[in-house]
């Protein structure tokens, strides 16, 4: 019976988020702010999955609990795809959001609204202390603006158009995100996931 959980990020805004999509597991949640020992995870990997995976099995080897880990790339049609897997990245390697975002307009800042498509692609994964990992995927569609707009979320939220609601994930509340973005739909998958992982550890207990 899985009744602990690692998440396996540092990121503030991010662990708030995995916090409540998962809150309803009947699992405690347990941060790495909890085991100041451990060592920081370089995520060099060239895709948002081989990331994800790294972070999650390393933390799970390491603490011996069960890790969740993500990693979120924003896809950008009219870049060629960038972004992508740097996203966090991308204005440098101590860049802010707001630099990155800036970085972002400013290499879009001749390209019309009706080419401005992009996507959130976020890579969930699932580590267990014996080396078994699930990974699963959500995509969310949308658009970038011409400036950002809204104050909650974090990230390139205040850019990012979903036209479906007319507005951006920053202008979202944190339940309205939960319900629609990228990282809820990988996350969706990823508590089947554990579901599964709980009712197997109830069989072969």
């Known amino acids: ?15 708030n988020e995995l916090a409540a999509l998962l809150a309803d597991l009947g699992i405690h949640i347990r941060t ?3 085991f100041p020992g451990v060592h920081e995870v370089q ?3 060239d895709t948002c999955e081989a990331n994800a995976i790294k972070k999650a099995t390393e933390m799970a080897r390491e603490t011996g609990l069960p890790a969740v880990a993500d990693d979120t790339g924003l896809e950008v049609d009219a870049l060629g795809g ?3 897997v740097h996203a966090a990245r991308y204005a440098g390697e101590h860049a802010t959001y707001e630099d990155n975002c800036r970085k972002l307009l400013q290499e879009l800042r001749s390209v019309p609204k009706a080419r ?17 990992v699930q990974i699963s995927q959500g995509v969310l569609e949308g658009l970038i603006t011409e400036a950002a707009v809204g104050s909650q979320g974090f990230g390139y ?7 479906e609601l ?4 920053a202008e979202l509340t944190a339940p309205e995100k939960n319900r629609i973005s990228h990282r809820a739909k ?5 508590k089947e996931s554990l579901r599964s992982l709980q009712s197997a550890s109830s069989v072969g207990a």
């Open 1 to 15: 019976m899985i009744k602990e959980l690692l998440l396996a990020t540092r990121n503030r805004h991010k662990r």
């Open 32 to 34: 790495l702010d909890e």
């Open 43 to 45: 995520e060099d990997g």
């Open 82 to 84: 960038r972004p992508g």
């Open 116 to 132: 401005r498509s992009a996507r959130f692609v976020t890579v969930a994964a699932i580590a267990l202390p014996s080396g078994e």
């Open 157 to 163: 939220d205040p850019l990012f158009l979903v036209p």
């Open 166 to 169: 007319g507005k951006t994930l």
């Open 186 to 190: 990988a996350f969706a998958k990823a």
